[in-house]
């Protein structure tokens, strides 16, 4: 069956490193993938889509990579502030234009 | 330019009533889904509209049902509501064809 995994449900580190999450997906062949960020109550806000022929992609202190042979994307949150602790979601369709399936999400916690 | 709306922002209804949600998807979108968000959980997709069609469907019951106005603004009927239906209801916009998707801030439903 089709799955998406996130490494972990909570990961907490030091202020100023770099958070890394993991998401995995098997029996999918997705187009993209896409980044979310949740703050608790509050809905899902879009943060970056990397599709299948991209590498990676940046944005400000964000970094994504999206390996189609392993199956896997890493999200890297550089120089990690307090501010960045949230729930981080990943999603990607099934193949096509079919809807997004989304990952149960990891939580960050930034500790100063 | 507004995001995406929701009202009301929380709701409590009892066992087999009837809900109705609303949601006004960002200036410029024209295509409205509808996800149900259980606690500790990622969104799961219930529905798509384009066109004031639906066009996808999630693996939900026929006792959730929508719809979608010529201004591309949507409601989410929620029929003989069971305590399992508590959730945060989120609704996303994009523009056809985009892969880019925008959530509201959901409605809490709490069903006693």
């Known amino acids: 069956s089709q799955k998406i995994e996130q490494n972990s449900e909570a990961l907490n580190i030091q202020e100023g490193k770099t958070a890394t999450l993991t998401c995995n997906y098997t029996n999918y062949s997705p187009a993209y993938l896409q980044w979310y960020r949740q703050d608790p109550g509050r809905g899902p806000v879009f943060l970056l889509l990397?599709?299948?022929?991209?590498k990676e992609k940046r944005k400000e202190r964000l970094k994504v990579t999206f390996d189609t042979t392993l199956k896997q994307s890493l999200f890297h949150i550089t120089a990690s502030q307090p501010a960045d602790s949230a729930t981080y979601l990943c999603a990607l369709p099934f193949s096509g234009n079919t809807p997004l399936v989304f990952g149960k999400g990891t939580r960050l916690s930034v500790i100063a | 330019d507004a995001g995406v709306t929701q009202s009301p922002t929380h709701l409590i209804k009892t066992r087999g009533q009837q809900v109705t949600l609303r949601c006004s998807p960002k200036?410029?979108?024209?295509?409205v889904s509808w996800y149900q968000q259980a606690l500790g959980q990622g969104p799961q997709f219930i529905f798509q509209?384009?066109?004031?069609?639906?066009?996808q469907r999630g693996n939900f019951p026929d006792r959730f049902s929508g719809h979608q106005f010529p201004n591309y603004s949507s409601e989410l009927n929620v029929n003989a509501l069971l305590l399992g239906d508590s959730a945060l209801y989120l609704c996303?916009?994009?523009?056809?064809?985009?892969?880019?998707?925008?959530f509201g801030p959901g409605t809490r439903l709490t069903v006693t």
């Open positions: 509209y384009y066109e004031e069609e639906e066009r």
């Open positions: 996303a916009s994009k523009g056809h064809g985009a892969d880019e998707q925008y």
């Open positions: 200036s410029g979108h024209d295509t």
């Open positions: 990397i599709r299948e022929n991209e």
